[in-house]
């Protein structure tokens, strides 16, 4: 077993995992898995810099990141940076303090690379499951941009795309510098045709419709998740695997998108950070349920956080 640990830094949030890992059996054993929202992407689409109060929060978690990594002894470290820091034009600063912090350089990964660590670490314990058909279609919907992969055992396909739940938001839903509570039937309109434009442009790539099972990754697929359940709190167990139908995600968008900040907020899985962004990712999780004519999603709590992990084993 080799302990490893991975830090994933998107546009909303920032991620950690240390595991052991085992390359021979397959096996990745949890010892630490956390996240804190930061939102590095802050302004990012409307001015092309990281801001200097997303940088700090960003550096704080990191620095509470490091002293988890030293407690547990991790042999090695990888860090990830996605969508916003591939964008901004002062990434240079971003990477400066995330070297001090953590002693490890951001890799700054493209978008197909950021596709491949996602289909990884999210079927690599799928194998066994003959109930799902493949090729699978693994879809990470981030803050700032949406990862299409397409693959049986490995990749045959991917395509990253720029209709992320933060960049939606931001582009779309904000009115005078605040998120419009409830959007306006021609805002949710225009985010739609943005969010199909860019599914055209995934489909010149990505054999979408080929994929026999959809695999949905990250907050805006795992909330709407705990949300169709239910759940009295986020609980991992019960949505890592879990099922949701389209009709059920359809429902659940349609409500998001006409609810105020205290409705979504008062749902007790609800993260804080995503109350204001969780209406614009359903509604790209449910655009891609309709362009494929997927009946389900199946949702995985295991995701490009795993992928680097097993990048470092």
């Given at each position: 077993?080799?302990?490893?640990?991975?830090?994933?830094?998107?546009?909303?949030?920032?991620?950690?995992?240390?595991?052991?890992?085992?390359?021979?059996?397959?096996?990745?054993?949890?010892?630490?898995?956390?996240?804190?929202?930061?939102?590095?992407?802050?302004?990012?689409?409307?001015?092309?810099?990281?801001?200097?109060?997303?940088?700090?929060?960003?550096?704080?978690?990191?620095?509470?990141?490091?002293?988890?990594?030293?407690?547990?002894?991790?042999?090695?470290?990888?860090?990830?940076?996605?969508?916003?820091?591939?964008?901004?034009?002062?990434?240079?600063?971003?990477?400066?303090?995330?070297?001090?912090?953590?002693?490890?350089?951001?890799?700054?990964?493209?978008?197909?690379?950021?596709?491949?660590?996602?289909?990884?670490?999210?079927?690599?314990?799928?194998?066994?499951?003959?109930?799902?058909?493949?090729?699978?279609?693994?879809?990470?919907?981030?803050?700032?941009?949406?990862?299409?992969v397409v693959g049986d055992?490995?990749?045959?396909?991917a395509r990253s795309v720029?209709?992320?739940?933060?960049?939606?938001?931001e582009r779309h839903l904000?009115?005078?510098?605040?998120?419009?509570?409830?959007?306006?039937?021609?805002?949710?309109?225009?985010?739609?045709?943005?969010?199909?434009?860019?599914?055209?442009?995934?489909?010149?790539?990505?054999?979408?419709?080929?994929?026999?099972?959809?695999?949905?990754?990250?907050?805006?697929?795992?909330?709407?998740?705990?949300?169709?359940?239910?759940?009295?709190?986020?609980?991992?167990?019960?949505?890592?695997?879990?099922?949701?139908?389209?009709?059920?995600?359809?429902?659940?968008?349609?409500?998001?998108?006409?609810?105020?900040?205290?409705?979504?907020?008062?749902?007790?899985?609800?993260?804080?950070?995503?109350?204001?962004?969780?209406?614009?990712?359903?509604?790209?999780?449910?655009?891609?349920?309709?362009?494929?004519?997927?009946?389900?999603?199946?949702?995985?709590?295991?995701?490009?956080?795993?992928?680097?992990?097993?990048?470092?084993?």
């Amino acid at each position: 077993m080799t302990r490893v640990a991975a830090v994933d830094c998107g546009t909303n949030s920032i991620r950690l995992l240390v595991a052991d890992a085992d390359p021979a059996t397959g096996e990745l054993v949890d010892l630490d898995r956390r996240m804190t929202i930061v939102r590095l992407g802050q302004g990012v689409d409307r001015t092309g810099r990281l801001a200097p109060e997303a940088l700090q929060r960003t550096f704080a978690a990191c620095r509470e990141y490091a002293g988890i990594i030293k407690e547990h002894g991790a042999q090695r470290l990888r860090f990830v940076a996605t969508s916003a820091s591939r964008d901004a034009e002062n990434r240079d600063e971003f990477v400066r303090g995330v070297l001090d912090i953590l002693g490890v350089e951001p890799e700054v990964i493209s978008g197909d690379q950021e596709a491949e660590f996602s289909f990884t670490g999210a079927t690599k314990e799928l194998a066994g499951r003959d109930h799902l058909a493949k090729p699978y279609l693994v879809v990470d919907i981030g803050g700032g941009s949406t990862e299409f992969v397409v693959g049986d055992d490995h990749v045959r396909a991917a395509r990253s795309v720029d209709i992320g739940c933060v960049r939606m938001t931001e582009r779309h839903l904000i009115r005078d510098g605040a998120v419009t509570d409830p959007p306006s039937e021609e805002q949710i309109a225009a985010m739609r045709a943005d969010i199909d434009a860019a599914l055209d442009l995934a489909g010149e790539t990505v054999p979408l419709r080929e994929a026999r099972t959809l695999v949905g990754l990250a907050g805006s697929v795992t909330t709407v998740s705990a949300i169709a359940q239910e759940l009295p709190e986020y609980d991992s167990a019960a949505i890592h695997h879990s099922r949701v139908s389209r009709e059920k995600v359809r429902e659940i968008t349609d409500w998001l998108l006409r609810s105020t900040h205290a409705e979504r907020a008062a749902v007790p899985s609800m993260h804080p950070g995503r109350v204001d962004v969780i209406g614009a990712g359903a509604l790209v999780l449910l655009s891609i349920m309709e362009r494929i004519g997927a009946e389900e999603v199946v949702v995985s709590e295991h995701d490009i956080l795993d992928g680097i992990a097993w990048s470092v084993a």
